[in-house]
Structure formats: structure tokens, C-alpha cells
Antibody, heavy 120, light 106 residues
Framework: QVSLKESGPGILQPFQTLSLTCSFS??????????VGWIRQTSGKGLEYLAT???????YFNPSLNSRLTVSKDTSNNQAFLKITSVDTADTGTYYC????????????WGQGVMVTVSS | EIVLTQSPTTTAASPGEKVTITCLAS?????MYWYQQKSGASPKLLIY???SLASGVPDRFSGSGSGTSYSLTINTMEAEDAATYYC?????????FGAGTKLELK
């Protein structure tokens, strides 16, 4: 069965770079039509889609955050990564990774989420 | 981007009562998705493609709508349905979510 789990630093300071890891099982990013998406939940904007990385290394970013986001993957180890540069307090929230399937517009499987706090 | 406006923001229902949550889109969308989030948990997909039940979801849940107006209905409220519900669209990039409707048990 599909399972995902996020990990990250917990707390970081303004202007630092946030690095998150999604470790998953039950599917592979080496398989066609598979992807991992990132969504966050903040008090300011609620649920907000961030980005997706696909099996073929194609990527899609939310235009509102595009310049600050980087996604990558380690197919052999079933991991996906998200980086957000120059964080501020508005980036405080819970970050989720999700399985993505080509042609699907919903989010079927979510990780448990990882809480990130940006504070000086 | 398409803005999804949910109503009500908060509501309460007694066991057995019917509950309807609406989601209005700022532009027409072809499909709507609905999620349930309980306290401390990640969102769970309830309804996909407007009206299809996700796996394992009780049939007291149903979805309907078209264009700019969609709704989620719980036919008979149960205690375990107390949660926050979100609508989501991806007919237009980027995908967006509603702000949520908190459903409490009366």
C-alpha cells in the first residue's frame, strides 16, 4: 500500500533555506505516470499547492512561489525533496507530500505532514 | 488563479441530521474534489471528480454540482463526521483549495 512520510528541520530562521524530504513506499518514481506533490497548510493561506516532480523529471510549480522552489528526487531510495529559499514567518506551517498520478487532479495519498516553524 | 469560496465557515449538526456544504468557484471548473481533515491528521480524499466516492468512504457522503457551484452532502450526520471539509479544483492551474468548513457535532 502507498505510504509517505515527510521529514524536515522543525525550526529555522528567516532567510534560511527550508529542505524537506519525502520518503515513500508502495510506488516508484521510476514508474511512468508517477509523481510526488507538495502541499502546505498555513494559518495565513490554508491549504496551498506548491509543486510536483514527475517520474520523467518534469516539474510543475505554483507560479506564486515558483522562484523560491526547487524539487528533486532520488528514485533508487524512493525519496523526493523540496527546497524553499529565503523563508519568512509566512512559511510557517505543516508541509505534506502526496502521491501524484498523471491524469488525476486530486490528491489520493498524503503523508502525515511535518511542522515547520520560521522564527528568529 | 481560481478562488474557491466555501459556506458555511462553521456549522453544527445533530446525529442523523443532513448536512450540506457548498463551494463556489470564481470561474467555471469541470470537476471538484472534497477532503475531510480531522484534528491533527492530514486531509483525506472523500470525493473525486465531483461525485465519485473515494475508496472506503461511507455512502452517506455524496457530491454534486457543475460549473461554478458544487456541494458536499452528508445524508445522516454521525459523530465521526465532525471535522473540517475542503473543496479543491484543478481545472485551471494552479490547483486551489477552499478555506474549509468546520463541522461540529451538536
Amino acid at each position: 500500500q502507498v505510504s509517505l512520510k515527510e521529514s524536515g528541520p522543525g525550526i529555522l530562521q528567516p532567510f534560511q533555506t527550508l529542505s524537506l524530504t519525502c520518503s515513500f513506499s508502495g510506488f516508484s518514481l521510476g514508474t511512468s505516470n508517477m509523481g510526488v506533490g507538495w502541499i502546505r497548510q498555513t494559518s495565513g493561506k490554508g491549504l496551498e499547492y506548491l509543486a510536483t516532480i514527475w517520474w520523467d523529471d518534469d516539474k510543475y510549480f505554483n507560479p506564486s512561489l515558483n522562484s523560491r522552489l526547487t524539487v528533486s528526487k532520488d528514485t533508487s531510495n524512493n525519496q523526493a525533496f523540496l527546497k524553499i529559499t529565503s523563508v519568512d514567518t509566512a512559511d510557517t506551517g505543516t508541509y505534506y507530500c502526496t502521491q501524484r498520478l498523471t491524469g488525476s487532479s486530486g490528491f489520493d495519498y498524503w503523508g502525515q505532514g511535518v511542522m515547520v516553524t520560521v522564527s528568529s | 488563479e481560481i478562488v474557491l469560496t466555501q459556506s458555511p465557515t462553521t456549522t453544527a449538526a445533530s446525529p442523523g441530521e443532513k448536512v450540506t456544504i457548498t463551494c463556489l468557484a470564481s470561474s467555471s471548473v469541470s470537476n471538484m474534489y472534497w477532503y475531510q481533515q480531522k484534528s491533527g491528521a492530514s486531509p483525506k480524499l472523500l470525493i473525486y471528480s465531483t461525485s465519485s466516492l473515494a475508496s472506503g468512504v461511507p455512502d452517506r457522503f455524496s457530491g454534486s454540482g457543475s460549473g461554478t457551484s458544487y456541494s458536499l452532502t452528508i445524508n445522516t450526520m454521525e459523530a465521526e463526521d465532525a471535522a473540517t471539509y475542503y473543496c479543491q479544483q484543478w481545472s485551471s492551474n494552479p490547483p486551489t483549495f477552499g478555506a474549509g468548513t468546520k463541522l461540529e457535532l451538536k
